[in-house]
């Protein structure tokens, strides 16, 4: 690859704090165009919020609360094709599965979530666009699947997502549909007006070898697959009553749901303004150079592809919450006396770190004040109040029969 000589003469740079912006910049700009993101009459600045958002100086606000307490907040566009908008928006549904499956496990005694991966093999990949029958076929026979290793008849509502991610975690640029399966061994079933809870974990582990031979029987019945083999399952649980259960969960959900964000903007090894091309790790030769127009649309193609579905109690969990000893508790930000304007600067890149001996990624915010110029210190970040959230009920009855 080194030895295309338009490149060889180029001058090329690394992402570091200094150059990242170059490409960051130019990349988004082409998101930008591709998206059609323009300012119209209903959003007079939406072109400027999209460029601002997440660059390395941006807008912000130092938030000060009717107790007197203050935050500083950095100010975003909400754009679905921004990268950091729309990686964003999904580690929030990520934070709302993690309060819902700490809230039913603590009510229920659920022991364990379990996590699958289910990679499909390289034929099928251009069998299920998203929003096709074949897609939707696809994931209910999945669907079925997973309720069947834990003994669950088919339509059992287990607390269950699937996430289709449309590319391997390693090379961007090729694409590698697999699942990320979530879920707790606990269900509702509906016979007429009862409503019964299962507790439906299974001993030990998950047979994996008998799981994939039903898999491969699942793809076969769902795909005109010329040849069978080749799709892989991996399965693993997270204890849910230890210490570590919080963040490896919170790791585990982010995972899953992400949008690719870093996928996308940390790709690059190497970038060359003038050309507008990168080097990504990518391909046979282990290394592929691509524009950066390139790049950009891949992302639009990821976020198209991308789709996650909830199922069972987790899709139906405002209709049996209350039942399941769990209620919702509102945590809403407290009155405002003040917001004024500061500027964010963001330092961003892979950087020698003297300490640990290594090339690691920084990633700074720091905010000042828009008039001066001077450092404001000493301060949180982020609003107070959240969404809101669940959480089990003092007293909750226990689970078995309802009379609904
Ligand atoms: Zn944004």
């Known amino acids: 690859m080194w030895r295309n000589a338009g490149l060889r003469d180029r001058d090329l740079s690394s992402l570091s704090p200094e150059n990242i912006w170059r490409w960051i910049r130019v990349f988004r700009e082409s998101v930008r165009v591709l998206g059609n993101i323009e300012n119209d009459d209903y959003r007079p600045l939406r072109k400027q919020r999209y460029v601002a958002c997440g660059s390395r100086w941006s807008s912000g606000g130092l938030v000060t609360y009717a107790d007197g307490s203050k935050r500083v907040v950095s100010y975003s566009c909400s754009e679905t094709a921004c990268t950091r908008c729309y990686d964003a928006d999904k580690a929030r549904t990520a934070h709302r599965y993690l309060n819902k499956i700490l809230a039913l496990s603590d009510s229920q005694q659920i022991d364990r979530f379990w996590s699958f991966v289910v990679t499909l093999p390289e034929e099928v990949e251009a069998m299920i666009p998203y929003g096709s029958t074949t897609r939707k076929k696809f994931m209910n026979e999945l669907c079925k699947w997973v309720r069947k290793l834990f003994g669950l008849r088919a339509k059992d509502g287990l607390f269950c997502y699937a996430n289709i991610h449309p590319v391997g975690d390693s090379d961007l640029m090729r694409d590698r549909f697999h699942v990320h399966i ?180 920084t990633n700074e915010k720091r905010a000042y004040w828009k008039q001066g110029g001077t450092e404001i210190k000493d301060f949180k970040w982020g609003r107070k109040g959240s969404e809101g959230f669940w959480k089990p009920r003092a007293n909750a009855p226990s689970t078995g029969a309802h009379e609904t």
Not at 182 to 188: D, M, T
Not at 235 to 249: D, F, M
Not at 269 to 288: A, H, I, P, Q, T
Not at 306 to 321: F, I, M, S, T
């Open 182 to 361: 979530g879920l707790l061994p606990f269900a509702v079933r509906r016979l007429k007006e009862q409503i019964e809870f299962i507790q439906c974990d299974v001993e030990g582990l998950i047979d994996t070898e008998t799981a994939l031979s039903k898999l491969e029987q699942l793809l076969w019945r769902v795909f005109p697959l010329t040849q069978r083999g080749k799709a892989q399952f991996k399965a693993q649980y997270i204890p849910l009553r230890e210490k570590s259960t919080v963040p490896r969960l919170a790791h585990r959900l982010k995972y899953d749901l992400r949008g690719f964000e870093k996928d996308v903007e940390l790709a690059p090894l190497f970038f060359d303004e003038s050309s507008r091309m990168v080097v990504l790790k990518s391909g046979e030769e282990g290394y592929g150079i691509y524009t950066v127009d390139q790049i950009a649309d891949r992302w639009r193609w990821i976020r198209s592809q991308r789709d996650l579905r909830p199922y069972g109690l987790l899709k139906q969990w405002n209709q049996y919450a209350d039942i399941l000893g769990i209620e919702f508790e509102e945590d809403p930000e407290p009155e405002i006396e003040e917001e004024q304007p500061i500027i964010i600067k963001r330092v961003y890149g892979r950087q020698w770190n003297p300490k640990k001996r290594q090339v690691r990624w």
